[in-house]
DNA sequence: TTTAAATGCTACTTGTTTATAGTATTTAAC
DNA sequence: GTTAAATACTATAAACAAGTAGCATTTAAA
């Protein structure tokens, strides 16, 4: 899987705003608690917003919440708004399309890892996150 | 887990020669056979040398060969060569060293899922890729 | 001994991703 | 209304990764 940092700067405001769902936060507040450069952050937010995952509010007073249940919102999701389905899926040979067809001599190999990458991705939502540091499975 | 394309090169060159574990190659041969852009295929498999995985013969006639018993070489080692353990450890909101310290609020969701890429990338030897088409396990 | 076929080296070019700058727009407080 | 604090937009810059070009070196065959 590849990784992009945009998508992890994703990952970090997202989780971050899960951590209370109904708040409101300005891109400043959050640059100065997940530590991503202010203007890049501020195009990520109003991408985000663009994809449906929270809203903006414009004007004075106002800022970003959640525009879905953060328990139906997937890893795999922001992954796929930010960087495309293309990149988890793969071919570890970087050949073309391994989801369709499955022909290069490591595609065995790797699968089963591959699998669990994505059943991850798919089973975990954005309300998951800060409960699993009590370890509810 | 961050996979660069000269890391998923490396495996190219790497499993294609592994078919035949004694063979020479050259590489024109390799670049027709497994389609890496034949400059950058000629600096990778001279980096690969370097590294031990294969040795180079210089002069006519010459090529690439195996340096080391393919059975010893393992996934991990070849990621590690060329794009480094830390593209392997990375926490997965980018912040730093996952390995040593594990504070992010993502960490305890991701890690399962991390320790099973770095046991399949540790376990899986060149020897096993073409042995797995088989499906022997 | 000359030539051809191979690798070795290093500088450069191109393409992509990440980051910044500057200005426009929106809206609540005053 | 004016101002201040927020987001929206778009163009550009900087950093990084991937790919190329050109010449030097090595060595076997002719
Ligand atoms: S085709 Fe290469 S990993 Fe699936
Ligand atoms: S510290 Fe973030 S994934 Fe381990």
Redesign the pocket.
Known sequence: MNL??????AFRILSHMAKDEKAL??????HKEID?????L??L??DL??HGFIK?????????TFNRDINQITLLEIVDAIDGLDSINECILGYESCAFSHSCPMHNIWEETKQKTIKTLTDTTLSDIHKSIVGVN
Chains 1, 2 share one sequence.
């Not at 991503?36 to 890049?40: G, H, L, S, T």
């Not at 903006?56 to 970003?64: A, H, L, W």
């Open positions: 992009s940092k945009t998508s992890k700067y936060y300005s891109a400043q507040q959050l991503v450069p202010e203007k890049y501020r195009r937010l109003t917003s663009k903006s509010i414009q004007g004075r007073q106002g800022g970003f």
